[in-house]
Nanobody, 118 residues
Framework: VQLQASGGGLVQAGGSLRLSCSAS????????MGWYRQAPGKERELVAVSTSGGSTNYADSVKGRFTISRANAKNTMSLQMNSLKPEDTAIYYC?????????????WGQGTQVTVSS
């Protein structure tokens, strides 16, 4: 399995970015898929979840600004991020919720850096 997030970049506060997730064709077979982020010096946190049934859930810090979506048939997932704030600066990852496991530990693929300047 390969997990790869893309679409990050440098943006000014108030701007928008759209992240995409490629996950080796597994998105359609996993109930809960999510976007995580890890800021420097902080633990990784789950910021958005999408279920195969169509429900979504967001961390309070991003609620109303971020929108998660998935296309099971296309095995893709995205995260639309609007009204970005400097505190959104982090490396963003896509993964299942809970995260996929490999060799006894959580498996994390390639993340994408999001930097929001003030």
């Amino acid at each position: 399995v390969q997990l790869q997030a893309s679409g990050g970049g440098l943006v000014q506060a108030g701007g928008s970015l759209r992240l995409s997730c490629s996950a080796s064709g597994i998105i359609g077979s996993i109930n809960r898929m999510g976007w995580y982020r890890q800021a420097p010096g902080k633990e990784r946190e789950l910021v958005a979840v999408s279920t195969s049934g169509g429900s979504t859930n967001y961390a309070d810090s991003v609620k109303g600004r971020f929108t998660i979506s998935r296309a099971n048939a296309k095995n893709t997932m995205s995260l639309q991020m609007n009204s970005l704030k400097p505190e959104d600066t982090a490396i963003y990852y896509c993964n299942a919720d809970p995260p996929l496991r490999s060799r006894g530990r959580d498996y994390w693929g390639q993340g994408t850096q999001v930097t929001v300047s003030s």
